[in-house]
């Protein structure tokens, strides 16, 4: 196995004066697709948040392909939860992907014809090329989750990071998203999405991270997502969303 | 040009430069931070009075925009100490002011300074104090001070347009590219501080807020892109200050009070009949809102 191009170490956060995250330890491979997963205030946005240099850490160290953030930045790419922003924003859906861009076109410059192109192939990856010049408050949820998929392609990223993607989206955009995810994998890229449905964590994901405020447990899906483990993570809440809905799945195959 | 011709030139170039600026104000949902500044600036005029004991626009600016910036910063760090944000805004900019109100009232007298002035302007005396330019002539003082902080403000938003975009838009994915976030909130701060400042001889501490936030949430109602929207927004508040102006010379009354007016009007004009968002489009066409 190659060497960790990411490694987490002692991180701590807090948001006001209640520590959210502790101890968090943890080294990420490149060319994995990893799910982040825990219960509601497990602290997985902040996790990603704090990696990102978003939200201040209180202690610890993260570095990528063994730097600190600021120099491994442009290698980044970060999607933000959908309802992070406000779509009642005069702007349409190639644009919001050409904003993907804006760090590598520097400043004082215009986005040129060149950077409108990549932004419409990214679009049209995501199956959106038809809405390129739709204003982004008439998109549906889904389609407004492409655009933020397509604007994280358009980055040509190493690393991504995305909060939520697949939360309150339809079949058919879920669908395209995990397409499009395990291609980015296929070609090298590695991914950490936080997810939030544990019947498809074992379909999705080739690792999972389980988070409740510190890393439970974390490493090789088929290893790691077990009744034990993911009943440490939900404490006494996970009996039904466990044991009796995986028994239903089991059933129904 | 006679008296009315410079009165309503610099009544349009304060309803260009706020209108301008009113549109970030409006899309960064900071647009009662245009109230608080608008206030505060006040102290910042009065403490660069008291510093050079002259009513210069240059001395004004630079005490304007530290009061502003400063305004913005007490109010986020009194937010960072668990104060909700509108509570820490009515906090900071009601004693900021209430300290320029005291200034004026025992130090600067009997001068050019008055409370009556600071909250409602006085457009009619701005072409008693003309001074003169080189290549343009004689010229109100504001109104070159205008002139100035229009052409800078229009500076910095072409310069930086995209990245007032995706800051106001998407904040957390402008700082993961790199974007200064924190810097870009400060610095446009500082630019609706001058904007306050220059129109405060106009129009006064109370009516800015108007001309800043009215005529950008009219040009919101019209428009789904962004280049339009400061376009339509600048005109909205040039519309606004020229007719306010007649009104009031219509029926004798305060012209900053009638330009205020004149943009409500504007707004509940666009709230009626916009194509996009206005009531009678939605009463007509209510399915095709998906």
Known sequence: ????????????????????????????????????????????????????????????????????????????????????????????????????????????????????????????????????????????????????????????????????????????????????????????????????????VEDYFDHVLLLNRTVIKHGKTEQIFTRENIANTYGGNMRWMGEEQRHAVHSIE | MTYTAWIILTAALV????????????????????????????????????????????????????????????????????????????IVFTTLFAIGVILIATSVGNAHLDVQHALMGEITFIPFHMITLPFIGAIPEATALLLLVLAVILFFIIAFYKEWKITSFDPALAASLGIPVILMHYLFMGLVSVTTVASFDAVGAIMVVAMLITPAASAYLWTDKLSFMLVLSGSFGVVSAVTGYYIAAWIDTSISGSMAFATGLVFMISFIFSPKHGLIAKRVRPAETM
């Open chain 2, 15 to 90: 309803g260009l430069s706020c209108g301008v600026i009113g549109v970030f104000l409006i899309l960064r949902k900071t647009a009662m931070m245009a109230d608080a500044i608008s206030h505060t600036v006040l102290l910042g005029i009065v403490i660069a009075y008291i510093v050079t004991r002259e009513v210069s626009g240059t001395a004004m600016l630079i005490g304007g925009i530290l009061a502003g910036v400063f305004t913005a910063f007490l109010v986020q760090w009194l937010h960072s100490l668990r104060v909700q944000h509108d509570a820490a805004m009515g």
């Open chain 1, 1 to 200: 196995m190659a060497t960790p191009i990411l490694q987490v170490e002692n991180l701590s956060a807090s948001y006001r004066k209640n520590t959210v995250l502790h101890d968090i330890n943890f080294e990420v491979n490149g060319g994995s697709l990893t799910g982040i997963v825990g219960p509601n205030g497990a602290g997985k946005s902040t996790l990603l948040k704090t990696i990102l240099n978003l939200h201040p850490s209180l202690t610890g160290s993260v570095k990528f392909f063994g730097l600190p953030f600021i120099k491994a930045k442009k290698r980044i790419g970060y999607v933000p939860q959908r309802g992070s922003v406000d779509w009642d924003f005069p702007t349409d859906a190639l644009d919001v992907v050409t904003m993907g861009l804006y760090g590598q076109i520097g400043w004082l410059r215009r986005p040129s014809r060149l950077h409108k192109e990549r932004a419409y192939e990214a679009l049209d990856k995501m199956g959106m090329a038809d809405y390129a010049n739709r204003q982004i408050s008439q998109l549906s949820g889904g389609q407004q989750q492409r655009v933020f998929l397509a604007r994280a392609l358009v980055q040509d990223a190493d690393f991504y990071f995305m909060d939520e993607p697949l939360a309150g989206v339809d079949a058919a955009t879920e669908r395209a998203i995990m397409t499009i995810l395990k291609e980015l994998k296929a070609i090298g890229k590695t991914v950490m999405v936080v997810h939030h449905d544990l019947q498809t």
